[in-house]
């Protein structure tokens, strides 16, 4: 795949998150505004209200329990869905990861509340022993397979990786975002090395043998996933939800790992955060050609 067609197709990728704005949403009418007593929620990485129940119901219960205010589930198809809400005012808050912050903060405004910091959040790039491949250096003209288009830890966070080693990922590189089955990929030779998160690279060698494989470069800490509040939102409001999480984050967070999905966020910490913190995922937009967010985010 040469460069330009790489470029075309993340392009394409990026348009068609943008333009799904179907959201499906648990709330009201769309000129309903919530009172003080309800707060609309959204997860973006939570796809139907039943997943969203199921993930962060005992979290809601918790949290109501705090602050005596009703938590109201908001189901949303994706980044693009949850920036349509928070635009048209349907959602209150947002619980979203680095990349798709970026993303609505270029069309809406929202502000960060609060951030989580999970352990062990950045990304790397390692390849088989029997690659022959020992430096970052050496990816020069080879296949690189990462998760999906636009994840911080699984290709925004490589691709950056790879420019810090000097490279063009759009030029100098195949990139091939293939989702889940990265480590496979590998492992058939299909690849000839992985960006991913380092994570999840903890979790392929559960079932591999670390010996078969070379550690090639691992990146700095990532931003936070951060909890975002439309623009416009009642500031009291807003700063409920900030104390509640600072002073009970303990017990919030117990609750959230109630959903099998948040084990993610074992032992994760609470963080205060400024838009300012997340400009090196800006940056890592711009190691894989985006750097005008309104070109999928609209106007």
């Keep these: ?151 911080t830890s699984g290709h925004l966070g490589p691709s950056q990786l790879l420019v810090d080693a000097g490279f063009d990922p759009q030029e100098d590189m195949e990139i091939l975002t293939v989702g889940d089955a990265v480590h496979e990929a590998l492992v058939r030779g299909d690849v000839d090395a992985v960006g991913i998160g380092c994570h999840d690279y903890a979790e392929f060698m559960e079932s591999d043998d670390p010996a078969n494989y070379t550690m090639l470069v691992e990146g700095d800490p990532l931003p936070p996933d951060v909890l975002i509040a439309r623009d416009g939102f009642d500031e009291d409001t807003v700063e409920l939800v900030r104390t509640t999480f600072v002073d009970h984050f303990g017990e919030l967070l117990e609750s959230m790992l109630e959903g099998a999905d948040n084990a993610k966020y074992e032992n994760a910490e609470i963080v205060e955060v400024d838009d300012s913190d997340y400009d090196v995922v800006r940056s890592m937009y711009e190691a894989v050609g985006v750097d005008d967010f309104t070109e999928f985010v609209g106007d």
């Design 1 to 151: 795949m040469s460069g330009i067609t790489a470029r075309r197709r993340a392009g394409a990728a990026f348009a068609a998150l943008a333009l799904a704005g179907v959201v499906a949403g648990c709330g009201g009418d769309d000129d309903d505004a919530a009172s003080s007593e309800t707060i609309r929620l959204a997860v973006t990485d939570v796809q139907g209200l039943e997943e969203l129940q199921r993930e962060f119901g005992a979290f809601k219960d918790t949290f109501e329990e705090l602050t005596d205010t009703e938590l109201e589930f908001f189901a949303v198809a994706d980044r693009a869905a949850a920036a349509t809400a928070l635009d048209a005012d349907r959602v209150d808050v947002v619980f979203t990861g680095p990349a798709e912050y970026v993303v609505m903060r270029a069309r809406t405004d929202a502000e960060p509340i609060v951030a989580i910091r999970r352990p062990d959040y950045h990304s790397c790039i390692y390849t088989t022993v029997d690659s022959g491949i020992t430096t970052v250096d050496e990816l020069a003209g080879t296949t690189i397979a990462m998760s999906d288009v636009g994840s």
